[in-house]
């Protein structure tokens, strides 16, 4: 099993920056990759972005230009920057981690207010 425990969600205006955190943790996989996927109210669970074990780094159309996902493999954590908020990325965003089968997170709650 692996464990993620995901932080750094909050109330942020309209434009701003936010930070998120995922740590990975139990019998994790040199080999995986590890995502944010978002879901706003009454709409679908959407990909935001991935980060595989090499580094690799995969944006939604909405993602690029403003977000930015990272990770650290010696913590076993994937980060995601997200610059110049708008209030249609307000959602529960949920860290992924995909090796044998899917792992999630149990969300966190970004609010961008107009």
């Known amino acids: 099993q692996v464990q993620l425990v995901e932080s750094g969600g909050g109330l942020v205006q309209a434009g701003g920056s936010l930070r998120l955190s995922c740590a990975a943790s139990?019998?994790?996989?040199?080999?995986?990759?590890m995502a944010w996927y978002r879901q706003a109210p009454g709409k679908q669970r959407e990909l935001v972005a991935t980060?595989?074990?090499?580094?690799?780094?995969t944006y939604a159309v909405s993602a690029k230009g403003r977000f930015t996902a990272s990770r650290d493999n010696a913590k076993n954590t994937v980060y995601l920057q997200m610059n110049s908020l708008k209030p249609e990325d307000t959602a529960v965003y949920y860290c992924?981690?995909?090796?044998?089968?899917?792992?999630w997170g149990q969300g966190t709650q970004v609010t961008v207010s107009s």
């Open positions: 139990g019998s994790t996989f040199a080999v995986n990759v």
């Open positions: 980060v595989s074990s090499g580094g690799r780094t």
């Open positions: 992924n981690y995909r090796a044998v089968r899917d792992f």
